[in-house]
Every structure is written in structure tokens, then in C-alpha cells.
């Protein structure tokens, strides 16, 4: 399955900046999805990132907040901007396996914003 | 909608001792697939054991094995031999059709705690 470098690993940054999360995959994958994590909760899916056209986001997940990029097949990034400390959370990354052997996830990116 | 549901938020067992996870779900789908997700401390999240619906046959991992019900849509993770690292998140996670490129929607996890 595919494999997924992921960073930065945790960050803390200000109230009302931007962090840029990034996710490279060792092969060409066709979608990507980007996950939040609230602290002690489950996965929520942000929004899913095709390449070559716009991401889909998900109901309460609006693009001038996540905006994302997908270049190419084997990249993709997540911005979460003007950060408030409600977007202190785990970001993740995932990708699908071939013949769906499993979905494969990027290490998250613990973020907290002050 | 698809759900996903997970009504233990804690388990706990003794060291080398057996736990069962619960897990049920919600689909109108006849084939897909099912997913157990281990997500430790470090937050890495680890595939445990998928279960493909259309085979009778419950799947086995060495230690991990599930009891697949579906007509009663429920998918349960059995923890054989209960180990040390065992202890993190689990969730019980389904993709809404086979034909891949499908977000996972996950239940809400349950904390296993191994008791040394």
C-alpha cells in the first residue's frame, strides 16, 4: 500500500495565521482526503482532493477556511487559515490502497493554536 | 446516510486476556468492505483487519480476528492474547461502496486499556 510522508508532525502557531500542512505519497494516487481530529473525538472528514480539479468539502468545512491544493498525483496540502484555538486539533491525510488493501494515513499534524 | 456506530468508549482487559470490540453499521450497500483502524498515542493510524462482506469467512490477523454478522450489520474485534501495545484507539471504520476512491466514515472510537 501506499505510503505517506506528512508535515509538519505538530506545530503551534498564533491566533490568526495560517499553517500549510503538507502530505507526499510514494506512488500516484488518484484521491486524497483530508481528516480532522478534535482532541478525544473521531475522524472527520474535511474535504476530498481529486487531482486536477477542486476539492469537495465536507457540510461545515468551507475552502476559504481549508483552502487545498493538488498539484500532481502524488502530492497534496491543506491550509487551515485565520486560526482560532478551536482549530487546535490532529490533521491527517489519507490515501487508498490498491485493490483496497486499506486506506493508508499520513503521521498527523498535531496543531495548536494560542 | 452511512453510520458507523460504537457504543463501548473504554474497554479494558488483563494482560493475555481476551477483548471484543462492538461495532455496528448502517448501509444499503450488499458489497463493501470493513475496516479496524488502531490509533496509538503517537496518533499513527494503523489498519488492524478489513473484512470484505460478500465472504462468509470472518477475517483473522494472527491475535486479531472479527465476527462479521451481516445481517445484523454488526462487525466486532476480538483481541486474543491481550499484549502491552495493544493499548490505543480503536475505530471501526466504512468506506461507502467497493469501488475505492470513497472516504471512510469512522465510529466514535473506543480507549483500550491493557492491565498489566
Known sequence: SAVISQKPSRDICQR??????QCQVDSQVTMMFWYRQQPGQSLTLIATANQGSEATYE???VIDKFPISRPNLTFSTLTVSNMSPEDSSIYLCSTMGAALAGYTFGSGTRLTVV | AQTVTQSQPEMSVQEAETVT??????????????????QPPSRQMILVIRQEAYKQQ???????????????????LKISDSQLGDAA????????????NEKLTFGTGTRLTIIP
Open chain 2, 58 to 76: 470472518n477475517a483473522t490477523e494472527n491475535r486479531f480476528s472479527v465476527n462479521f454478522q451481516k445481517a445484523a450489520k454488526s462487525f466486532s
Open chain 1, 16 to 21: 490568526g495565521t495560517s499553517l500549510t500542512i
Open chain 1, 59 to 61: 457540510s461545515g468545512f
Open chain 2, 89 to 100: 484507539m480503536y475505530f471501526c471504520a466504512y468506506p461507502p461502496s467497493n469501488f475505492g
Open chain 2, 21 to 38: 470490540l462492538s461495532c455496528t453499521y448502517d448501509t444499503s450497500e450488499s458489497d463493501y468492505y470493513l475496516f479496524w483502524y488502531k
